[in-house]
């Protein structure tokens, strides 16, 4: 994969390099360590911050069907239509899918869509694992642990709004009894 790059100059963006999404690389980047996703990056975006800073945002192919990727998804960088395929046929027997190609399907961003054995097959061999599917018992509990982690964090911002209002409360009251004390002295 030949990344692309966004030269960022005076406001001016340069772009150099291959947006072409090249599979044959995939191999080489599963080695069984993770690059990052700077490293990976088949093209970059530039985005302006808050602040007006352009900084370079990298937008990773999905390894499956080339497509604008959005994140790591079972161990490996895919798309959400490519994520979501593979939650729902990951567990099920390979049997249940024909490929009217020999297996041999092209799978790309426009044909993804036409065989699912060749697609779910792809997942598999780019590294997508099955065992990182939660089941229902540990979505629940994943659930439970963020509505739980979410109430700690409004409890925590409630807290702090609190300490703040006694402290303005705190200090409005030390203002009016210096002013009162300057009156009473000029009286």
Not at 15 to 26: A, L, P, R, T, W
Not at 69 to 85: L, M, P, R, V, W
Not at 123 to 144: A, N, P, S, Y
């Amino acid at each position: 994969m030949n990344p692309s790059v966004i030269e960022i100059d005076d406001d001016k963006s340069k772009s150099s390099g291959s947006e072409q999404y090249d599979d044959s690389n995939i191999t080489n980047q599963q080695t069984g360590t993770h690059a990052s996703r700077s490293s990976i990056a088949s093209n970059s975006s530039t985005s302006t911050s808050n602040n007006g800073i352009k900084r370079q945002k990298d937008v990773s192919p999905c390894y499956v069907c080339g497509a604008k990727a959005h994140g790591y998804n079972f161990d490996q960088i895919t798309c959400e239509s490519c994520k979501a395929f593979f939650r729902r046929n990951a567990l099920k027997s390979m049997d249940k899918f024909r490929c009217r190609n020999n297996n041999s399907c092209a799978i790309t961003s426009a044909t993804r869509k036409r065989c699912k054995r060749c697609r779910l097959t792809k997942c598999f061999k780019v590294g997508m694992r099955k065992e990182w599917i939660l089941t229902d018992e540990e979505k629940r509990l994943k659930r439970r642990k963020i509505e739980r982690n979410r109430l700690i964090k409004q409890q925590a911002q409630i807290v702090g709004h609190q300490q703040r209002n006694q402290d303005i409360n705190h200090s409005n009251f030390q203002t009016t009894i210096s002013t009162l004390s300057i009156v009473e002295v000029c009286l």
